[in-house]
């Protein structure tokens, strides 16, 4: 382990917008991508704005009546958008403590019959109703375009960092027509004696997360390369910025996707809540099939990492052999089997031989 970390960088967008300061933010990120997987981005090309008023929406939505959001929930959505309630959802197979509203960027589905199923899963989200949440698809749709775009010009600086042409990553962007998801979460303060398993250890899926961590609260953490747990604290004004199991396994492990958990809030504290942005991919696009050429100068940068622990997190095995959309699809349906249930019977029964688990579904 001879770059092992014990936090997280800070790398300010600032720096790559200026022709001077660029090779420095290129150096930073280099690094943050090879050596950590996490970094935090400061000064982002998102309105502060937007950011204030989706900060400020996320308590709201989960303070609806129960029956207003239970009519949008996930199970109603073969696109698996929608709300799920406290304990819908399991991470290795235990129960997470949150709850949550998955949206995504708009998206018409296209699925036709003798289309592969995995192609229901793009489409439009649920929304709460203008009434009860004035302004808020709006306002987050607004901020969405924001970091999408954020998303696909820092996929150009990892391309300059790791010196590929960016024209090699134009297969996976199927021309900036894609879908990517967003969650609004809430992490409260579990009761007494109960599992702080905010959310258990996992990597992400798809190419970058973007988290806006939207309260002040302590949780997020992340695994360094011997395998001990670091604190990602918020830090106002920058974004949470890490890599998934696609964009790792594309790049050969060079951009390393990191372990991470969120731990409830303490007892006597408030609800914790957080935004993520899930940058996707090309559902059709096979990752081992396309895997990126590095020069020798980069794969030495890797080797140099030396060796790294088992991290608490389950692998994405499935990744060098299926579409990618597939992969996603079979992450939904084990992380929502009563979605799955109902919109994928028999992918739900091969994941889920035995019925419902016990714990750990909505509805
Ligand atoms: O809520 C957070 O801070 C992180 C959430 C997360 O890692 C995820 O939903 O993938
Ligand atoms: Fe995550």
């Keep these: ?139 987050f749709l607004r901020y969405l375009e924001q970091v999408e775009k954020l998303s696909f010009d820092f996929i150009e600086l990892l391309a300059e960092a790791f010196q590929i042409p960016i024209s090699s990553l134009d297969t996976f962007f199927n021309n900036r027509r894609l879908q990517h998801r967003a969650k609004v979460v809430k992490y409260p303060v579990p009761p007494d004696n109960s599992s702080n398993q905010g959310v258990g250890p996992h990597f992400d899926g798809g190419f970058l997360t973007f988290l806006l961590q939207a309260s002040p609260h302590r949780g997020l953490q992340v695994q360094n390369l011997s395998g001990e747990w670091i604190d990602a604290p918020p830090i106002p004004g920058t974004f949470v910025v890490n890599i998934g199991k696609a964009l790792e396994t594309v790049t050969q492990g060079l951009a390393r996707a990191t372990s991470h958990r969120v731990l409830s809030p303490e007892p006597g504290s408030t609800p914790r809540y957080s935004i993520p942005f899930f940058q996707n991919i090309s559902q059709t696009v096979k990752i081992g099939d396309n895997v990126l050429q590095l020069s020798p100068e980069m794969l030495e940068l890797k080797a140099a990492r030396g060796e790294v622990a088992a991290p608490d997190s389950v692998n994405y095995t499935e990744y060098g052999l299926l579409p990618s959309g597939e992969v996603g699809l079979i992450g939904r349906v084990k992380s929502h089997p009563d979605v799955a249930q109902r919109h994928y019977p028999d992918l739900f029964k091969q994941f889920f031989p035995d019925g419902l688990p016990t714990q750990g579904f909505a509805y």
């Design 1 to 139: 382990m001879a770059s092992n970390f014990s936090s997280v960088p800070i790398l300010d967008w600032s720096l790559a917008t200026n022709p001077e300061s660029k090779p420095d933010f290129i150096l930073q990120l280099r690094h943050a991508l090879i050596n950590v997987g996490f970094l935090y981005l400061s000064n982002p090309p998102v309105a502060r704005s937007d950011i204030d008023a989706v900060v400020d929406y996320a308590p709201k939505l989960f303070d609806l009546p129960q029956d207003a959001k239970e009519s949008i929930r996930m199970a109603n959505s073969q696109h698996f958008f929608g709300y799920s309630r406290l304990g819908a959802e399991l991470t290795k197979g235990k129960t997470d403590q949150r709850e949550q509203f998955d949206f995504a960027t708009p998206y018409d589905n296209e699925w036709k019959p003798g289309d592969p199923e995995y192609l229901k899963l793009w489409g439009q989200p649920q929304w709460p109703s203008e009434e009860l949440v004035p302004g808020f698809k709006k306002t």
